[in-house]
């Protein structure tokens, strides 16, 4: 039977991955990833030799059609992205709407994404969040900070380190300089750091820090 499996795949320790994933890479008839060369590093630790393709931001919509058919005609693929869950603040949202009005059969399994062991570490509310992922680089940043800092409840943004100083500071001239918040990185690898206080307390602790990994902010609601 014809199906997509959107697998999670480990945001930094190779162990964090599921036996069902594993078993279900094993099994498909082909991986679609990001970049081999990245996910490569994942099936080789766990001896995968499932053929692969690539699916990512700049070939999708030229391969898409493509892969569906291919999906039709009785294959079982698999959907990865570099890291995490495919469609959250990566590539998969495409390929899973069009399988949808295909009418193509789609399982989901459950893994790992960066966003909840930040929110969960940050000490910040949890029963109620609102995940933006990564904001709009330049057209309609401003109003979206806006929107934002007007919500009632826990905030939950991505950013690249090369930002995040720029970020930090426009948080406390849209928010409030002493709104609390946490700096989560590297999530899941040797040196994870989750870093807490108010926006000025944090921007002036990753002023004067070299910044690695990827990023997650955290911030209390208003």
Known sequence: MSKLFVI???????????????????????I???DTRKTGILLKHY??????????????????NKIIEEIKLDKKMALVSDSGTPSISDPGYLLITECIKNNLSIECLPGA??????LVCSGIPSDRFFFEGFLPRKKGRK???????ELT???????????????????????????????????SKIYEEHK???????????????VKGEITITIKAK
């Open 8 to 30: 999670p795949t480990p945001i930094g320790n190779l162990e964090d991955i599921t036996f069902r994933a594993i078993n279900t890479l094993k099994k498909v008839d082909v």
């Open 196 to 210: 807490r206080g108010t926006l000025t307390q944090l921007l002036k602790h990753f002023q004067n820090e070299t």
């Open 143 to 149: 109003k979206r900070l806006l929107e934002l800092s």
């Open 153 to 187: 409840k826990t905030i939950i943004i991505y950013e690249s380190p090369k930002r995040l100083v720029k970020l930090l500071t426009e948080l406390i001239f849209y928010f409030e300089e002493d709104r609390y918040a946490c700096v989560s990185r590297e999530i």
């Open 32 to 34: 679609l990833v990001e």
């Open 47 to 64: 001896k995968i030799k499932t053929k692969l393709k690539i699916l990512n931001q700049v070939n999708e919509h030229a391969v898409l």
């Open 113 to 118: 994404t960066a966003f909840i062991p930040a």
